[in-house]
């Protein structure tokens, strides 16, 4: 990660609930900030921001929809009006350059003609009033994951938002009660079941808990295959769904052996309790 980076999102984290304006006086010194919210928000998914339509165009089947009778077209008049303007451009157009409607409803018909099918919306960073926000991956990144390496100069007030928030995680994990497992007692699938939920709300992982933090709870008292079984017994009666990890980014190579390899694809990685 480069240091500009790094930054970007120790400022975040002296943020009120890790969100800022964009244009908030803390990021004056960044230089490029698109990229960087590019990189850390479409490319790792540390952050997110406010976005907006940047360009439309017109899909196949809202160019087949044109061809029909008006009379039959499903479709509002102002909905047509605004495709049959997309499907005179040679390719993308920005939305700004559609004045056949009000700019007051124009985002919204648009929205509604993308969800449709029949225009292909980009969407980009705000240009004006955006918002930018550290997202559950980025909190977890940042509390277990993250392994600076290398010199780098970050200012005392950069490191003290970051130790503020590793306390504040520790306080709030020292409060959760969990079901109590002792180094001889083995838990049930039911257990399993109840510490799966409570680490997801524990963690902020939304339903969608990396095995290896069930692994570093349970495994003492359980061995590996114990608890890949008790998972694929959960799993079998519907209790849970088992997934697999598409992007390895945020993960060390420590964290995705901690996984349930499969003879094809990836391993099983993400645990959803139904």
Same mark, same amino acid.
């Given at each position: 990660?480069?240091?500009?980076? &790094?930054?970007?999102?120790?400022?975040?984290?002296?943020?009120?609930?890790?969100?800022?304006?964009? $244009?908030?006086?803390?990021?004056?010194?960044?230089? +490029?900030?698109?990229?960087?919210?590019?990189?850390?928000?479409?490319?790792?998914?540390?952050?997110?921001?406010?976005?907006?339509?940047?360009?439309?165009?017109?899909?196949? #089947?809202?160019? /087949?929809?044109?061809?029909?009778?008006?009379?039959?077209?499903?479709? /509002?008049?102002?909905?047509?009006?605004?495709?049959?303007?997309?499907?005179?451009?040679?390719?993308?157009?920005?939305?700004? =350059?559609?004045?056949?409607?009000? /700019?007051?409803?124009?985002?919204?018909?648009?929205?509604?003609?993308?969800?449709?099918?029949?225009?292909?919306?980009?969407?980009?960073?705000?240009?004006?009033? /955006?918002?930018?926000?550290?997202? #559950?991956?980025?909190?977890? *990144?940042?509390?277990? =994951? *993250?392994?600076?390496? +290398?010199?780098?100069?970050?200012? &005392?007030?950069?490191?003290?938002?970051?130790?503020?928030?590793?306390?504040?995680?520790?306080?709030?994990?020292?409060?959760?009660?969990?079901?109590?497992?002792?180094?001889?007692?083995?838990?049930?699938?039911?257990?399993?079941?109840?510490?799966?939920?409570?680490?997801?709300?524990?963690?902020?992982?939304?339903? *969608?808990?990396?095995?290896?933090?069930?692994?570093?709870?349970?495994? #003492?008292?359980? $061995?590996?295959?114990?608890?890949?079984? $008790?998972?694929?017994?959960?799993?079998?009666?519907?209790?849970?769904?088992? $997934?697999?990890?598409?992007?390895?980014?945020?993960?060390?190579?420590?964290?995705?052996?901690? +996984?349930?390899?499969?003879?094809?694809?990836?391993?099983?990685?993400?645990?959803?309790?139904?």
């Amino acid at each position: 990660m480069e240091t500009n980076e &790094l930054k970007f999102l120790l400022k975040l984290l002296g943020c009120p609930n890790y969100r800022s304006s964009l $244009s908030a006086t803390i990021f004056k010194e960044f230089k +490029g900030k698109d990229k960087i919210c590019r990189e850390l928000g479409e490319e790792r998914e540390l952050i997110d921001f406010s976005r907006e339509m940047a360009t439309v165009k017109i899909l196949p #089947p809202g160019r /087949a929809l044109l061809k029909i009778d008006v009379s039959q077209l499903p479709i /509002a008049d102002k909905e047509l009006k605004l495709l049959e303007k997309i499907g005179k451009a040679s390719g993308k157009i920005k939305p700004s =350059d559609i004045t056949v409607v009000k /700019a007051a409803e124009r985002e919204e018909i648009l929205k509604n003609l993308a969800d449709r099918g029949l225009i292909e919306a980009e969407n980009k960073l705000k240009r004006q009033k /955006a918002e930018v926000w550290l997202t #559950p991956r980025g909190l977890e *990144y940042l509390r277990d =994951d *993250y392994n600076p390496k +290398g010199s780098a100069t970050i200012s &005392l007030d950069l490191l003290k938002n970051y130790l503020n928030f590793l306390r504040k995680s520790l306080r709030e994990k020292s409060e959760v009660v969990s079901p109590p497992v002792t180094p001889t007692a083995k838990p049930s699938d039911d257990e399993i079941l109840q510490i799966i939920r409570d680490l997801d709300k524990e963690l902020g992982t939304e339903n *969608y808990l990396p095995i290896f933090h069930l692994r570093q709870k349970l495994q #003492p008292p359980l $061995s590996r295959e114990e608890l890949d079984r $008790s998972l694929y017994r959960l799993q079998r009666d519907d209790r849970i769904e088992l $997934s697999s990890l598409v992007d390895t980014t945020p993960y060390t190579p420590e964290q995705i052996d901690a +996984g349930i390899p499969q003879d094809i694809g990836g391993p099983l990685f993400f645990i959803v309790a139904n």
